[in-house]
């Protein structure tokens, strides 16, 4: 059908339009994570499945491991909401949305931990997805999520091959680094730098809540700017 005439579009009134067969559904290059904030699995399953919350995730994790499937991978599931990752700002066009119940205070179970890392480990290979790619709601949206908390094992993940990670053994920091410019490369909205740096401490320094940048923070961002440009 879509091949025979267009659908209404952005030039839906062409003069001449010629149906490709040549197609399929766009693959999704992005995994974002979150925790639900809510107290159960089931209150999350009722919000997600509710018209009027419009929001959604492809993935739902329970605290048992249980792992729910509401989306359609190529569909776009409304979770990631206004964003921005780099130059991309319409992250819900080109994630996953991964929601994990949690109450946003405390530590993840083993068995959601379990859960995760082997449907990460089917998505990644499904769609050829980065490993850089594996990111936190808060990373796309300082200043306005704080999700996942700061208990949630990025470097496991990473270890993984989920995400990167810093190594800053023997690093000379340069005279000129620039700290918010690494975190611009890496990805950040740096907009409001000091909520880029919360956002980045959750995900790579998670013993500091604070927005300050260190000489040892400075030595993880001037590797990890390495790692992800
Ligand atoms: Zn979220």
Known sequence: MLAKYPIEDSVSNAPHF????????????????????QNSCDQTLTTFTTT????????VICKDGTVH?????YLRAWQAGVSKWGSATDINSISIGI???????????????????????RLKKEYN???????????????RKVDPNRY?????LAENGFGLWYDTTGIQLPTDFDAVQALRVI???????????????????????????????????FDLERKYQ
């Open 18 to 37: 010629i149906g490709t067969t040549n197609f399929n559904l766009r693959r999704p290059n992005y995994i974002i994570l979150h925790h639900t904030a």
């Open 52 to 59: 009027k919350s419009k929001v959604s995730a492809h993935y």
């Open 69 to 73: 499937h509401m989306l359609n991978d």
């Open 99 to 121: 929601e994990i119940d949690n109450n946003g205070f405390e530590p993840f179970t083993d068995p959601q931990i379990t859960s995760l890392l082997q449907l990460l480990g």
């Open 129 to 143: 997805i980065p490993a850089a790619n594996f990111i936190g709601h808060a990373d796309i949206a300082p200043g």
């Open 152 to 156: 949630f094992p990025w470097q496991k």
């Open 187 to 221: 990805g950040y909205d740096v907009k409001k730098p000091e909520a880029a740096v919360f956002s980045f401490k959750l995900h790579f320094v998670q013993n500091d809540s604070t927005s300050v940048i260190n000489d040892d923070d400075k030595k993880i961002l």
